[in-house]
């Protein structure tokens, strides 16, 4: 059973992301808009959910690499005049680097001291760069003048998304996912078959926060300016944690699920109700969290495992 | 050459001496039974030899290489394994991949190979039916030895086993006490740690005796059942 749902999971994948790709050749405007943010959430919130969901480490500082990344790239672009995927690909890097610098020690520390410190993190570099104005321009903002078309932005978030999830079932399907799991579950056994569970971790955390600042990176470039409050906002980091937590920490699909629905109830909400929506949000986050604590993919799952349990049976 | 000598190990937990000057080898292939009443420090002693409790004093050979201070999972890869007294399976993974995580980190197989090797162990255990059963839902008679599977997917040279035999009926023990057996003649080296005295005594070539953190006698299982202090220790004065 096992070996055989990849698969057909990876044909569906596939056929889903053809049809994207080629969609916005026959429609324009608010729908690739649309799909343009929700596959940029889809890769920020898949990038949470690989380090977090599986591992059950809580970030609370993910806007860090949103931040760094915009900023690297961005000043990159502006003062130096490189071009943009050298930019990008610098923003993710350093992005990186920090990850490496900030997990070695505080991934060793559990639970709630891991989510204090990254999250104190992002708070310090915000300030960092309100300060830094000869190269920040601090709460003035920066204003980034070479943008791509709006087909683009929308293909490569469809593709960085598409590369998110892909490695997110790649990596659950190979000994890096075993191992993620296991940290999960008890990391003092996973250390006793032989997990070297601090450098599983570090290897995840950084990987993510590569993808995380090439995000940002890219964002902070199709938005075209931005501030510091902008880019190391606290909202960056909890929408990836409702996004995941709505789909359901752990499974590749979370995310993707997650980030759909509620970046177009968002969208909806947002242009019907402007002054409520966000009250609107808060309860079905509420609600989704109460009754369904899996999220919806576990949810769903829990669904069809109990109508296909009795054919089992039978065979 | 002993497979692990531990030299005059000391555990302090604050004030409380867990253990003060434990000392003891085993060879190759043997089996070495540590028994003790509660709290003689049973449990730290595995903890310390592991690497999931840093010593306070004393040192650790495995195989002549300095282990002491090095982390869990380097200790496991070099051949020292432990299974824990609570029993604790990755319950959201099914029993064959318990195991399997095993294989893939403590020898480094890759994942058709440790996959094999899995299912190979969960049948010398007995536990091939359920393999694909979450672990969360088997009985703590098969949990036991699904620790037991887990441990020697690692490829160790020797195991410490902490009270595998806890909760089980007589007759689960006679089986578990084969199944020790099967697995020392395959060369592999065991420590038990076991409140059941015959358990331990049946099984076991030598035997050290360990009290509030001390060592207070060693010998072989004969010797040991007609030793006065521990006759003090287990059952009180009046017995000696």
Known sequence: MNDRRPGRGLIIGLIVAVVLAIMPLFTMGYYVNLLTVIFYWIGLAGCWNLMCGYTGYIDFGSAVYTGVGSYVSGILLVRLGFPLPVCTLAAGLAALLIAVIVGWPTLRLRGAYFAIATFALAEALKQVAEEWTSMTEGGIGLTVTYRLSDIDYYWVYLGLAGLVVGLTWWIEHHKHGYGLKAINEDEEAAAQVGVNTHMVKLKTYALTAFFIGILGSLEANRLGYFKPEDVFDIHITIKMVIMSLFGGMGTVLSPVIGASILQIIEDVLGAEFINYYLVIIGVIIVVVIMFLPRGLVGALSKIFARSSRPKQGVI | ?????????????????????????????????????????????????????????????????????????????????????????????????????????GRGLGLNPARREAMELLNLVGLSEVAHQPSGSITVAMRRRLELARALATGPKIILLDENMAGLTPVEIDAALELLRKINEEGIALVV?????????????????????????????????????????????EYV
């Open chain 2, 193 to 237: 740690v076991e409140h059941i005295m015959q358990a331990v005594m049946g099984i076991s070539q030598y035997v050290i005796v360990l009290d509030y953190g001390k060592k207070i006698a060693e010998g072989t299982p004969e010797h040991i059942v007609n030793d006065q202090q521990v006759i003090k220790a287990f059952l009180g004065d």
């Open chain 2, 1 to 105: 050459m002993s497979l692990l000598i531990a030299d005059s190990i000391h555990k302090n937990f604050g004030a409380l001496e867990a253990l003060s000057d434990v000392s003891f080898e085993i060879q190759p292939g043997k089996i070495l039974g540590i028994v003790g009443p509660n709290g003689s420090g049973k449990t730290t002693l595995f903890n310390v030899l592991t690497g999931v409790y840093k010593s306070d004093g004393g040192s650790v050979l495995f195989e002549d290489h300095q282990i002491t201070g090095l982390p869990t999972h380097k200790i496991c890869r070099m051949g020292l394994v432990k299974t824990s007294q609570i029993v604790k399976p990755f319950t959201r993974l099914s029993v064959m991949e318990n195991v399997f995580i095993g294989g893939l980190y």
